[in-house]
């Protein structure tokens, strides 16, 4: 039997949660921070997932065995080191990877570094920081566009912009570099060629040594339709993803999943957890746009659920080491996803707006992203509110259950996009 700790307080947090819950093997769950959703399957106990001291008393007063990290701060600050370190923690299983491990994605220099070591097809790039502000344009100024500016440092999925025009990444350039734009994450900024083709992500679960491939989803950043307007943290997901066949899958696992553990073996990099491959199918071929060391988010509220294998016995045998002990089963229908968020997200939005008709919703799983409870009362507590999660025998089906549910749950300025999935029908 385990006690967990879930550590983070999105849609993703409530999921995960969500399934833990349902196992045999799950003794006490608790979620820090949480929000309203996850406190209807656990315990929310007001911790900041950054501080680490905290965390550790809590571990050892309420005798947690696992602790699961939600989302990419407290790794790419070091959470696994912090307990690796301290004698007392040493024997609690962790999931996700060391500060080192962690670098994939709390670097974008690091990923694209590591790719080309270890010849990972991606795209061309080369990193530049303000004292070479004059080499960063004349570089530019050579390449095709349109071109893609990435701040290299965690900057909440905003630290990407693809410019098509000179003039707009020489701007850009000034203000990540100059004006520092996005802080310490953008005083180095990659410069990489645009790759044309369509994005999916696959999830990797391993142990260091074993891994599972999970079900792969497409996400839709842009807050508009068609793709359109400013990158949001996602507005919907599907999955299984129609065009990912099992040849595509298979390029997958030879030229980039199997590369990548064996990259970090190289490094001597004992990596547990989640490896997230953001990808673009260029033809027929698959290239790493990035790298995340967790889930995605709101693809983990498709994919989780797709999942028929208990999950704290995955999550067990991966902090234990056995993760070949267990088979991986996964449901074959598709799951779809549609976010509701604040209106004027993801720029300026108010939150506190109280959320109507949730008890008439039918045949979705509601994950909370942004919420909080009031007495008895639900209310937004965040640009992304919630996520809208139905199965289907196709993309269709499912869909229709998810924008029904979409239409029916009423907040103040409510918005979600009318067209996730589409693209794919």
Not at 210 to 238: C, F, H, Q, S
Not at 261 to 272: A, P, S, T
Request: charged residues 25%; glycine residues 8%.
């Amino acid at each position: 039997m385990y006690r967990i700790l879930l550590l983070g307080s999105g849609g993703r947090e409530h999921t995960l949660a969500w399934k833990m819950a349902q196992s045999p093997h799950c003794e006490k769950l608790w979620v820090a921070t949480g929000n309203a959703g996850t406190a209807q399957v656990a315990e929310n106990v007001n911790i900041s997932p950054l501080d680490f001291p905290a965390i550790a008393s809590f571990c050892i007063e309420n005798k947690v065995s696992l602790v699961v990290v939600g989302n990419e701060d407290p790794l790419v600050a070091g959470i696994r080191d912090y307990f690796q370190q301290k004698e007392e923690l040493r024997h609690i299983g962790l999931i996700g990877p060391d500060k080192h491990g962690a670098m994939l994605e709390g670097s974008k220099d690091f990923a694209k570094l590591f790719m080309f070591e270890n010849n990972i097809p991606t795209a061309a790039y080369q990193t530049f920081t303000s004292e070479d502000l004059e080499q960063a344009l004349q570089y530019v100024s050579n390449q095709a566009l349109p071109i893609v500016l990435k701040a290299d440092g965690l900057a909440a999925g905003k630290g990407v912009v693809i410019c098509q025009t000179y003039k707009e990444a020489e701007i850009t350039l000034r203000e990540m570099l100059v004006d520092k734009k996005f802080g310490n994450a953008s005083s180095k900024v990659v410069v990489e060629q645009f790759l044309e083709g369509i994005e999916l992500s696959v999830f990797v679960l391993t142990d260091g040594k074993n891994y599972k491939i999970l079900p792969e989803a497409k996400d839709y950043k842009r807050i508009g339709e068609k793709d359109t307007g400013l990158n949001t943290g996602g507005m919907g997901a599907v999955s299984p993803v129609p065009f990912a066949d099992a040849q595509f899958l298979k390029k997958v696992e030879d030229r980039i999943i199997k590369p990548t553990l064996e990259g970090l073996q190289k490094r001597n990099i004992h990596y547990v957890g989640f490896i997230f491959i953001g990808l673009m199918k260029v033809g027929q071929e698959p290239y790493v746009i990035e790298y995340n060391c967790r889930m995605g988010d709101p693809e983990t509220e498709v994919v989780i659920p797709r999942i028929e294998t208990d999950l704290v016995e995955l999550f067990a045998s991966t902090a234990e080491g056995r993760l070949n002990e267990v088979s991986l089963k996964v449901n074959p229908q598709t799951a779809t996803t549609i976010m509701l968020v604040s209106g004027g997200y993801p720029e300026k939005y108010e939150s506190g707006k109280e959320m109507k008709n949730l008890a008439e919703v039918k045949n979705v799983l509601p994950f909370h992203a942004g919420t909080r409870q009031e007495n008895d009362k639900i209310l937004t507590n965040g640009g992304r509110v919630m996520a809208l999660t139905a199965f289907g025998k196709d993309i269709k089906e499912a869909l229709e259950k998810s924008n029904l549910a979409a239409q029916t749950i009423d907040f103040d300025k409510k918005y979600y996009r009318r067209d996730i999935g589409l693209d794919l029908l």
